[in-house]
């Protein structure tokens, strides 16, 4: 973006904020792929929440859909969507990381607000495991390729083996000739229902050889496996039961025997998803969804506003840490058939 135009929005935001008697100044910002942000300093007695009362008439004034306060280091900042948002490439982000190389077990998920990159390390004992949420266009999807494409980039098949679930058919196609999975892509949901049962199987001989290593003071290394399924919900709508029980085993216990189940679902809803995932998914990824109430199902707590986001990647992380919106990373088709064939040699 042009410096002048930046500038001149700062200067509709001072102007709107002077207009309504909450004398604020514009004191620097930050441009990351999706989002402008600006940094206020608010004068003798101005209140953010004056200023978050201010947000239509900020977003009026710039021409644009949203304008969101929050409270930054002690520091006020408005967030303004960009008019030419910026897509964040896997394969670019990556690149830019390779210089520090990843720490085993690391996925990457995208850009933070800050325009930072941002990462999630599964053998954490405060992740584990991921749920993604978001409706029809949030980028769902998108996001759960690019965190497998990037544990592949990162990770020999002797560290990390890969299993596919695919209700829809098409969400894994172009990752199927990464040399990590351990089984061909999954989509019918009797053979889905058989492959969580042997993966409880293999979880039960973890516990078990872990178990017998304590006793005799040794320690085997287990390659990490990580189970990916799409469309969560529907698989429990089709198959029920046996599903929700052998999910709800690996997400209980998966981490300590190195096997994490990182799962996406359209349709947040308590009564589809509550009791499978409530307490077992510590990182939950939410994109766009339909109502308060899935976002709150999606999130584990109210009020975190999903229902608000605009869809297309942008996406809140929500963990013991707090809550943090970023633009998740996505892979282009072309990129994602590169990014295979790199992976294979």
């Known amino acids: 973006m042009h410096k002048q135009e930046l500038e ?19 004191t620097g910002g930050t441009v990351t792929p999706r989002w402008i942000q600006f940094l206020l300093q608010t004068g003798p007695g101005v209140k953010v929440n004056r200023i978050e009362a201010l947000s239509r008439e900020i977003a ?8 969101r306060v929050t409270l ?6 408005i967030d303004v969507p960009r008019r030419d948002p910026q897509p964040v490439k896997l394969l670019e982000l990556m690149d830019r990381l390779t210089a520090s190389r990843l720490p085993f077990g690391t996925a990457v998920l995208g850009v933070a607000d800050d325009g930072a990159p941002l990462l999630v390390r599964l053998p954490s004992p405060d992740v584990g495991h991921i749920l993604i949420a978001g409706t029809t266009g949030s980028g769902k999807t998108a996001l759960l390729q690019a965190i497998i494409a990037s544990l592949a980039v990162a990770h020999r098949r002797s560290q ?58 040794t320690a085997r290394p287990e390659p990490c496996v990580v189970i990916a399924i799409d469309e969560l919900a529907d698989l429990t709508q089709t198959s029920g039961a046996q599903v929700i029980d052998r999910v709800g085993r690996l997400v209980q216990r998966g981490r300590e025997a190195n096997i994490h189940v990182i799962a996406a679902t359209q349709k947040p809803s308590s009564a589809v ?9 510590p990182v939950r990824l939410v994109g766009r969804v339909v ?26 992380a929500i963990s013991n840490l707090g809550t943090l919106r970023f633009q998740a990373a996505y892979v282009p088709r072309e990129d994602l058939e590169q990014l295979v064939q790199r992976v294979r040699s």
Not at 8 to 26: F, G, N, P, S, T
Not at 60 to 67: P, R
């Open 160 to 217: 990390l083996q890969l299993i596919l679930i695919d209700p829809k058919g098409y969400s894994f196609a172009a990752l199927r000739d990464l040399p990590q999975l351990l089984h061909p892509i999954v989509s019918q949901p009797d053979r889905a229902i058989d492959l969580l049962g042997e993966m409880t199987a293999l979880l039960d001989r973890r516990a078990a050889t872990a178990l017998l290593d304590r006793r005799a003071a």
């Open 291 to 316: 109502s308060s109430e899935d976002a709150r199902v999606a999130a584990g707590i109210g009020g975190t506003g999903a229902e608000r986001l605009s869809g297309r990647g942008d996406f809140l």
């Open 72 to 77: 930054q280091h002690g520091q006020v900042r």
């Open 8 to 26: 001149a929005q700062a200067d509709r935001i001072e102007m709107v904020l002077h207009q309504y008697k909450a004398q604020a100044q514009v």
């Open 60 to 67: 009026l004034a710039l021409g644009v859909t949203d304008a």
């Open 273 to 281: 998803i509550g009791p499978l995932v409530k307490a077992n998914f």
